[in-house]
Nanobody, 123 residues
């Protein structure tokens, strides 16, 4: 079992930055793909970013050039640095984990999820 706890969300203005953190406990995350998804009310949960144990990153088109994902395996923590935030980035952001063998990091077949952290970007 892996427990995930997100932090770092908040209310910011368009153009501002936020850094989300995801702290994992229960097992080392070294062999897990770690992902970030986001969800607006009444909509599906969408892929934002993911990172393999090796450090290889994956970003949604909407995140490229603005967001950066990183991980510290020794501290079992994953980060999502979000710059140049836009009102359309407003959502609940979820951290997720799955074994590397579960395949494409973009696919929402993650095994473990955090409780989510709200990000609100005002115009």
């Amino acid at each position: 079992q892996v427990q995930l706890v997100e932090s770092g969300g908040g209310l910011v203005q368009a153009g501002d930055s936020l850094r989300l953190s995801c702290a994992a406990s229960g097992r080392t995350i070294s062999l897990y793909v770690m992902g970030w998804f986001r969800q607006e009310p009444g909509k599906e949960r969408d892929f934002v970013a993911a990172i393999r144990w090796s450090g290889s990153p994956y970003l949604a088109d909407s995140a490229k050039g603005r967001f950066t994902i990183s991980r510290d395996n020794a501290k079992s923590t994953v980060f999502l640095q979000m710059n140049s935030l836009r009102p359309e980035d407003t959502a609940v952001y979820y951290c997720a984990a799955k074994f590397e063998l579960r395949g494409d990091p973009h696919i929402n077949n993650y095994d473990y999820w955090g409780q989510g952290t709200q990000v609100t970007v005002s115009s």
